[in-house]
C-alpha cells in the first residue's frame, strides 16, 4: 500500500516539475549564458583537426594515444578543471581513462516508504580519444600510410590524402571536450556529470569496460544515463540512438526515454535555422534479428555499430549515441557512412579506413559560408565539423536539464511543496467557509 502511495505522490510531483520546467530552466545557466545556441565558436573543431594532425597515430596503448591523452589532460586544466587519471592495463599495454567530476544538486527520489529523500544520481558523458585502422588497412611499409588517387604515380605526386583519424574519434573527443567547456556556464543542474575519455577503445572497449568494473555497486545503482559521441564529420547526416536493451520486453520506453528527451532539445531550440543541423533518428524500419535472441525486431532508432556505450548498455543503464552515418536504405547489409560519390573509396565507409583523413574530408566537406538569416552577409560557418561539435555538445549538455526520470531537484521540490501548502490552505480555507454556511 505504501509503495502504491509513494508512486501516486512521484507521478503527481513529476507531472508538476514538467508543468513548471520552463520556469526552472531560466534560472539553470549562469548570466554569460549566449541567445544563440551552440555557438561555441571554432573551440572544438580546432582541437579535432589539432588532435588528427599532432597524433595521427594512436592506436590503442601507443605513445600516440599516451601523448592524446596527455593532451586532453592539458585541455581538461585549461578548462579549470583536474582530471582523474585512471591507469589500467588491457590486452597490449597499459592505457588510460581521463574523468572529470562535477557534483550536482542532487534529486529528491522517494523511499519505499514514499518519503522523499536527497539522493545523487549520475549521468556519464563519454568517447574514446584513440583511433585505429582495421587490420586489413595497416601498413606494412614505411609511407604506405599515404594514399594515392588511382592512376596516380606515388614518385611523381604528393599523397592524395593520409589517415589520421579525424572523423574517428578526433570529432567526438573534441565535441566532449567543448561540451566540457558549454558546461561551466550552467548552474544548479540536478546530475553529477562525470565527464570520460576512455582509452583503448578499439580494444573491444577495453577502457569503458575497466571504467565501469572500477564503479562501486552505489555508483553503479546511481547511473541514469551514458551519453556516447563518435565519428561526427564523415557521415552524411547526424543521428542519435538508443541502445540494443531497449528490445528487451517492456524496457522499450524506460530505455529509450533520454533518447527523446535529446530529440527535444534539438528540435526546441534553432539549431537548423542558426546552422543548418538537425539530429537525424534510425527510420529504416527493416526487420532483422538484431540482438541475436531468435526474435525479429524492427531496426529503427538503434545504431547499426558499437562503441564504449556497449558497455553501458549491456549492463541496462539507458545511452544515447551520437554518430554521423546514413540509415536511409532498405537493407542492413546497404548501411554505410555515406553516399557522398567523392568518398566511396571503400564503399562509403570511412571509420577505421584510410579515408578518415583530414586532408580528403575537409578538401570534400567544407563549404563556403552560409547567409542563414537571408540579410546578405554570411552568418553561418561552412565547416560541418565545427557544426556538428558544437551543435551535439550542446545537445548533450541541454539534456541534461531534463532532470532524472527517478525524482526533482531541490528547486523543483522546493516549488512543490511551496504550491502543495498553498493549494491545502486554500482547500482548507474553502472547507471552513463552506461549513459556517
Not at 611499409?141 to 594514399?147: A, D, I
Not at 563549404?367 to 554570411?378: H, I, L, S, T, Y
Not at 526520470?405 to 463552506?434: C, F, L, N, W
Amino acid at each position: 500500500m505504501k509503495n502504491l502511495l509513494g508512486k501516486k505522490i512521484t507521478a503527481a510531483l513529476v507531472c508538476m516539475a514538467v508543468l513548471a520546467e520552463p520556469f526552472f530552466l531560466t534560472a539553470c545557466k549562469g548570466k554569460g549564458a549566449t541567445v544563440k545556441p551552440a555557438d561555441y565558436g571554432t573551440y572544438g573543431s580546432d582541437i579535432a583537426r589539432e588532435i588528427a594532425q599532432k597524433f595521427p597515430d594512436r592506436s590503442a596503448y601507443s605513445a600516440g594515444e599516451s601523448q592524446t591523452g596527455q593532451y586532453i589532460e592539458g585541455k581538461i586544466k585549461e578548462l579549470g578543471y583536474e582530471a582523474e587519471v585512471q591507469t589500467f592495463t588491457g590486452s597490449g599495454g597499459s592505457s588510460a581513462n581521463y574523468i572529470v567530476k562535477i557534483p550536482g544538486t542532487g534529486f529528491f527520489c522517494p523511499n519505499e516508504d514514499g518519503i522523499y529523500e536527497l539522493e545523487h544520481r549520475i549521468a556519464i558523458i563519454g568517447t574514446h580519444y584513440d583511433a585505429a585502422l582495421l587490420p586489413d588497412y595497416v601498413p606494412q611499409e614505411p609511407g604506405e600510410e599515404e594514399y594515392y588517387e588511382e592512376g596516380e604515380e606515388p614518385e611523381n605526386t604528393e599523397p592524395a590524402y593520409v589517415y589520421d583519424g579525424i572523423s574517428d574519434n578526433a570529432s567526438g573527443t573534441a565535441c566532449i571536450l567543448t561540451a566540457l567547456m558549454a558546461y561551466k556556464d550552467y548552474k544548479d543542474v540536478g546530475y553529477d556529470v562525470w565527464f570520460v575519455f576512455f582509452g583503448a577503445g578499439t580494444d573491444n572497449f577495453a577502457g569503458s569496460e575497466y571504467f565501469y568494473q572500477s564503479l562501486t555497486g552505489e555508483e553503479k545503482a546511481a547511473l541514469d544515463v551514458m551519453y556516447d559521441v563518435d565519428s561526427l564529420y564523415a557521415g552524411d547526416k547526424v543521428y542519435a540512438s538508443s541502445g540494443f536493451k531497449s528490445l528487451v520486453a517492456n524496457k522499450k520506453y524506460e530505455m529509450r526515454r533520454k533518447l527523446y528527451q535529446s530529440y527535444d532539445v534539438c528540435f526546441s531550440n534553432t539549431l537548423w535555422t542558426n546552422y543548418g543541423f538537425d539530429l537525424y533518428y534510425n527510420e529504416s524500419g527493416i526487420k532483422a534479428d538484431l540482438n541475436e535472441d531468435g526474435i525479429e525486431d524492427i531496426f529503427k532508432e538503434m545504431p547499426n555499430s558499437v562503441s564504449d556505450f556497449k558497455v553501458f548498455d549491456d549492463h541496462m543503464v539507458p545511452i544515447v549515441y551520437f554518430e554521423s552515418y546514413e540509415y536511409n536504405f532498405t537493407r542492413m547489409d546497404q548501411m554505410k557512412e555515406t553516399k557522398n560519390l567523392n568518398l566511396q573509396d571503400y564503399n562509403g565507409n570511412v571509420r577505421r579506413t584510410p579515408a578518415d583523413s583530414t586532408k580528403l574530408l575537409d578538401s570534400v566537406l567544407i563549404e563556403e559560408d552560409k547567409d542563414r538569416d537571408g540579410d546578405g552577409e554570411a552568418d553561418c560557418t561552412g565547416d560541418i565539423l565545427q557544426i556538428r561539435i558544437n551543435c551535439v555538445a550542446f545537445i548533450v549538455v541541454e539534456s541534461l536539464l531534463k532532470g532524472s526520470d527517478k525524482g526533482m531537484t531541490p528547486k523543483e521540490y522546493e516549488a512543490y511543496r511551496t504550491e502543495a501548502t498553498r493549494q491545502t490552505y486554500m482547500s482548507e480555507s474553502i472547507s471552513a467557509s463552506v461549513s459556517s454556511i
